[in-house]
């Protein structure tokens, strides 16, 4: 619902602009100089869906909430591509307005400062969006990205010079300039309060082959199972680059703990970290949990590491002997991945509403079941599936398909959750 209110927000704000922008073409008249105001538009128009990326992405825990970060970040992806598409579009409609009329782009300073904003963030979108592909290092990315916080009152500054003061589409601009300090002394803020209260690792788990547990203690977290935080490692006196995690304990236990898998860079050096080593942590967030949803039958679907909000949830259910019947399917290459099984086994042993089905799919002599799991497998194991709640969380081409497959099962859209989180 809150996702709802907040698009319709953004919406009807791109339709005043519209509107705003209006006033001032005579549409009877439409002649070359009807470029120059659509350039003029456009520029408004992108640079209002990037002030909404930078709001997406600035963690603001009430619009979070309800909402999500996974689906944040997502919208922060597709307003940053619209957004400098219509800037784009903005320079190009204006050099050959004026181009066209004049033979001349009549070159001045503050022109120079709207090129410096326009590929500042194409170099930056750029590299957003394919910086895997290129095999740059997710630090490099992300304080490469943090230029685009310099850029865009770099834009504002070229648009406040060929505004017209007094006009409608003025006030648009007096409305970002305002607002966006603000944007920025909120993040500072959350900043200083997770350095005011720094957490300490106080175990060091390994799990799996590539997988560790690194327990906390520190400031008690109020938090719901399968809901993620945000940690900074300080070992050695270095600073590592912020990166997000789902918490794998309960609320219902004493310490915080994340569950990484070693997939890159960062994760690579989790097993080097060290009992009494420093931790940041900005939590809680996301709203992948069973506690928002009215069902009481569940059904975990987890591809990989995605097993952690899952463990988080089970033990959560398991600890308070909650009055929920949980089917978990666990889908991974082969046995090597697999963590917290002892656990797993002895919870299905104790609870009678819970049971527990382990899939691989690249091990041909695993006793249990093999292949990719689709909707008819879980239909098979569960019978009717009308009235239960389903979580996937795993890769997301394998989210997508059984997300489909559920739906031509005839099970509600609205019964269905999803936790991706790219960066």
């Given at each position: 619902?809150?996702?709802?209110?907040?698009?319709?927000?953004?919406?009807?704000?791109?339709?005043?602009?519209?509107?705003?922008?209006?006033?001032?073409?005579?549409?009877?008249?439409?002649?070359?100089?009807?470029?120059?105001?659509?350039?003029?538009?456009?520029?408004?128009?992108?640079?209002?869906?990037?002030?909404?990326?930078?709001?997406?992405?600035?963690?603001?825990?009430?619009?979070?909430?309800?909402?999500?970060?996974?689906?944040?970040?997502?919208?922060?992806?597709?307003?940053?591509?619209?957004?400098?598409?219509?800037?784009?579009?903005?320079?190009?409609f204006i050099v050959y307005y004026?181009?066209?009329?004049?033979?001349?782009?009549?070159?001045?300073?503050?022109?120079?400062?709207?090129i410096i904003a326009l590929v500042?963030?194409?170099?930056?979108?750029?590299?957003?969006?394919?910086?895997?592909?290129?095999?740059?290092?997710?630090?490099?990315?992300?304080?490469?990205?943090?230029?685009?916080?310099?850029?865009?009152?770099?834009?504002?500054?070229?648009?406040?010079?060929?505004?017209?003061?007094?006009?409608?589409?003025?006030?648009?601009?007096?409305?970002?300039?305002?607002?966006?300090?603000?944007?920025?002394?909120?993040?500072?803020?959350?900043?200083?309060?997770?350095?005011?209260?720094?957490?300490?690792?106080?175990?060091?788990?390994?799990?799996?082959?590539?997988?560790?547990?690194?327990?906390?203690?520190?400031?008690?977290?109020?938090?719901?199972?399968?809901?993620?935080?945000?940690?900074?490692?300080?070992?050695?006196?270095?600073?590592?680059?912020?990166?997000?995690?789902?918490?794998?304990?309960?609320?219902?236990?004493?310490?915080?703990?994340?569950?990484?898998?070693?997939?890159?860079?960062?994760?690579?050096?989790?097993?080097?970290?060290?009992?009494?080593?420093?931790?940041?942590?900005?939590?809680?967030?996301?709203?992948?949990?069973?506690?928002?949803?009215?069902?009481?039958?569940?059904?975990?679907?987890?591809?990989?590491?995605?097993?952690?909000?899952f463990i988080s949830m089970i033990?959560?259910?398991?600890?308070?002997?909650?009055?929920?019947?949980?089917?978990?399917?666990?889908?991974?290459?082969?046995?090597?991945?697999?963590?917290?099984?002892?656990?797993?086994?002895?919870?299905?042993?104790?609870?009678?509403?819970?049971?527990?089905?382990?899939?691989?799919?690249?091990?041909?002599?695993?006793?249990?079941?093999?292949?990719?799991?689709?909707?008819?497998?879980?239909?098979?194991?569960?019978?009717?599936?009308?009235?239960?709640?389903?979580?996937?969380?795993?890769?997301?081409?394998?989210?997508?398909?059984?997300?489909?497959?559920?739906?031509?099962?005839?099970?509600?859209?609205?019964?269905?959750?999803?936790?991706?989180?790219?960066?």
């Open positions: 619902m809150k996702a709802r209110l907040i698009l319709s927000v953004v919406t009807v704000l791109l339709i005043l602009v519209l509107v705003f922008w209006s006033t001032s073409i005579d549409f009877s008249r439409i002649s070359i100089h009807f470029l120059n105001d659509l350039g003029i538009l456009f520029a408004a128009l992108g640079l209002l869906l990037l002030f909404f990326q930078f709001v997406f992405s600035s963690r603001i825990r009430f619009i979070e909430y309800g909402f999500g970060l996974d689906k944040m970040m997502r919208w922060h992806r597709l307003f940053g591509r619209i957004g400098l598409a219509l800037i784009l579009l903005h320079a190009i004026r181009l066209s009329l004049f033979g001349d782009t009549f070159f001045t300073v503050f022109i120079l400062v709207g500042g963030f194409m170099v930056t979108g750029a590299l957003a969006s394919q910086y895997r592909r290129i095999g740059l290092a997710y630090e490099t990315w992300r304080n490469i990205h943090l230029i685009n916080y310099l850029l865009f009152p770099v834009a504002l500054v070229h648009v406040f010079y060929h505004t017209l003061p007094g006009s409608l589409l003025s006030y648009l601009w007096y409305s970002l300039a305002f607002l966006y300090p603000l944007l920025l002394i909120y993040r500072l803020i959350r900043i200083v309060a997770v350095r005011m209260n720094p957490y300490e690792v106080t175990e060091v788990k390994q799990e799996a082959e590539k997988i560790w547990t690194l327990f906390f203690k520190g400031k008690k977290l109020d938090y719901k199972p399968g809901q993620f935080l945000f940690l900074q490692l300080l070992r050695e006196g270095e600073r590592s680059s912020t990166h997000p995690f789902t918490i794998s304990n309960s609320p219902t236990r004493s310490e915080l703990s994340v569950t990484p898998k070693i997939i890159g860079d960062f994760t690579l050096t989790i097993k080097d970290t060290r009992v009494g080593d420093k931790v940041f942590i900005d939590a809680p967030y996301g709203v992948f949990s069973f506690l928002n949803q009215p069902l009481k039958d569940l059904v975990f679907i987890a591809g990989g590491i995605g097993i952690t909000p033990r959560n259910i398991y600890d308070q002997n909650l009055d929920y019947r949980v089917a978990l399917f666990w889908v991974n290459r082969s046995e090597n991945n697999l963590c917290f099984t002892g656990e797993l086994k002895q919870i299905e042993q104790e609870l009678d509403n819970f049971k527990v089905v382990f899939i691989m799919t690249d091990q041909p002599d695993w006793p249990g079941e093999k292949g990719r799991l689709n909707a008819q497998f879980i239909k098979e194991y569960l019978g009717d599936m009308d009235k239960k709640a389903f979580f996937i969380c795993g890769p997301p081409a394998m989210s997508a398909e059984l997300e489909r497959e559920l739906k031509e099962f005839d099970v509600p859209k609205s019964n269905i959750y999803r936790e991706i989180f790219e960066l």
